[in-house]
């Protein structure tokens, strides 16, 4: 019995996947190009993504470079996507934003109604409206440096004890608590206390929905299954979209005391929309705050992530990094880490190699229209592969998988595309906080080297990038353990 059930399963693998493709690939049809459409069977894709354990940016950027990183379609579950992998038709992609609409149409109703109508996901006048008022709160956050260095100062302290204590560093984890700490204060004014809380080993309640929702949202069943799975029997996520709104909604309705001056939220409420005159709405500041909760924090805590792991892996790099900031820097502020043009270079080369968002969100074109000669029609699923282009040897060179961070010196960078890098999108939907994440950043790497050097525990140890939902973030085995500066100038914890 059981050998016929391990039998069967594979089959109906196969004949389902393969059903599914030759219906995506009839829908195809629509699509005209002179060049032949390279198309990839789905099983190829799992048998990467699962079986090899491969993130699919890395599984598309190896089709695009056995096709010289032509435009292709892909199958993911009951979808097809045409993936771009060159800088002009990504550009010609995302400034066109009254043709190229966000489509949110792969995720459940349960998600659905969790993301609500936010700026990261809603299209025309809705979206301008969203984006005018929040624009301002991103202005000036140079105003949050103390409070990303009191989070950073607190994180740390914590990896010391834990270095103390257990030898090694659970990064993804610890990132993502001061991440989230960092975020909780700067954008709501709302203490999670989420290092303090991994440091005891107790959990969040908030925390813990937060990941349930985040690992849930877009799942391999779901996509295979369409919106089936979504219809009963989600009451799970339901209940972590409950926890969540209420946490939401006690911040919206109860002012706080932040570090800084004001908060992203502070200046959300008090900014109204120059062309009509009205505020934000209760509802619409939970949906923006729910979508500051996913773009806000993972993200940034990815590349700290990989930014440790890439200062450990190239020892001399690390050097050049500290040199820097020795010559430069006594006291760590906004101001005195703009001058730094080696560490802006390496947080760079740190995106461009591990982008943590690695293909921007699908677009769904409202009306028909040309890409890269591919008569796209109206409806047909488009993503602009981030992970591709950055690693894309005819922008970059034969050394595009090799970390360079002088790659990104002045020199260097003459006469490349501008959406040759852009690990925060480009044109008017770029990144409402890069210029917040980029600071955050900065900060932490100048703090903690300052202080200390990043080590890895197997000094053969390579990172593996791994999904967490549609981002790209290290594999959660890795660790590091801090190595205390027995050279250090200045600064001091
Ligand atoms: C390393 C950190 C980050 C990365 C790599 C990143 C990446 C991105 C990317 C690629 C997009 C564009 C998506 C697209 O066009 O499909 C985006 C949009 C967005 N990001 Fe970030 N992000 C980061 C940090 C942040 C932070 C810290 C915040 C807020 C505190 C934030 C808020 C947003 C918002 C609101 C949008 C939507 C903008 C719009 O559609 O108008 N991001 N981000």
Redesign the pocket.
């Known amino acids: 019995m059981w050998i016929e059930i391990i039998v069967a399963i594979p089959v109906v693998i196969v004949v389902l996947t393969t059903l599914q493709y030759l219906l995506a690939a009839s829908r195809m049809k629509h699509i005209k190009t002179k060049q032949p459409i390279l198309s990839q069977h789905p099983l190829r894709c799992y048998s990467e993504v699962f079986l090899q354990r491969k993130h699919f940016a890395e599984h598309q950027l190896k089709f695009a470079r056995q096709h010289n990183y032509q435009t292709y379609v892909t199958y993911f579950g009951p979808f097809n996507f045409v993936i771009v992998n060159n800088p002009e038709s990504a550009k010609k992609v995302l400034l066109n934003t009254k043709i190229y609409e966000k489509d949110k149409s792969i995720f459940t109703p349960h998600a659905d109604r969790l993301l609500g109508t936010n ?2 996901f809603s299209n025309g006048e809705e ?1 301008n409206a969203q ?1 005018r008022v929040m624009n301002p709160a991103f202005y000036n956050v140079d105003r949050f440096a103390e409070t990303f260095l009191s989070c950073t100062k607190n994180t740390v302290d914590a990896m010391v004890k834990i270095c103390d204590k257990e030898r090694e560093i659970d990064v993804p984890k610890l990132m993502t608590a001061m991440t989230l700490d960092i ?1 909780g204060d700067a ?1 709501f004014g709302y203490k999670f206390n989420n290092v303090t809380t991994l440091l005891e080993k107790k959990s969040n309640p908030f925390v813990d929905s937060y990941h349930y929702v985040m690992e849930n949202m877009i799942t391999v069943p779901k996509l295979l299954l369409g919106k089936l799975m979504s219809l009963p029997g989600d009451g799970k996520f339901e209940s972590a979209t409950s926890n969540l709104e209420t946490l939401i909604y006690d911040i919206i309705r109860t002012p706080r005391n932040s570090s800084a001056s004001q908060t992203l939220l502070d200046l959300m409420k008090d900014t109204v929309d120059e062309q009509t005159g009205a505020p934000m709405s209760e509802k619409r500041l939970r949906d923006n705050m729910v ?2 909760f996913i ?2 924090h993972d ?2 805590s990815s ?1 700290l992530s990989y930014a440790l792991y890439t200062l450990a892996k190239y020892p001399e790099i690390q050097e050049k990094v500290i040199k820097e900031l020795d010559d430069n820097v006594d006291e760590i502020t906004a101001e005195s880490l703009e001058k730094l043009e080696y560490l802006s270079m390496f947080i760079k080369e740190n ?1 461009r190699v591990y ?3 690695p293909n ?2 699908t677009r769904n074109p409202a009306a028909d229209d040309v890409v890269d000669g591919f008569k796209l029609p109206k409806g047909q699923r488009l993503e602009v592969s ?1 992970y591709t282009i950055h690693h894309n040897k005819e922008i970059w060179g034969d050394d595009a998988d090799e970390f360079r961070p002088e790659r990104f010196s002045e020199e260097e960078s003459k006469g490349r595309h501008p959406y040759a890098w852009m ?3 480009m044109g008017p ?6 210029t ?2 980029l600071l955050e950043q900065k900060i932490f790497l100048a703090f903690l080297l300052k202080n200390y050097r990043s080590a890895l525990i197997d000094p053969n140890y390579v990172l593996q990038p791994t999904a967490i939902g549609f981002l790209m973030g290290p594999a959660a085995d890795f660790r590091i353990k801090l190595v205390p500066r027995q050279d250090k100038k200045g600064v001091t914890i």
């Open positions: 700026v990261l979206w984006r975020l954008a979508i500051m773009a806000g993200t940034t590349a995106l982008p943590p968002v921007i969100l981030i690990p925060f999108g939907r770029k990144c409402l906080g890069n917040f994440s």
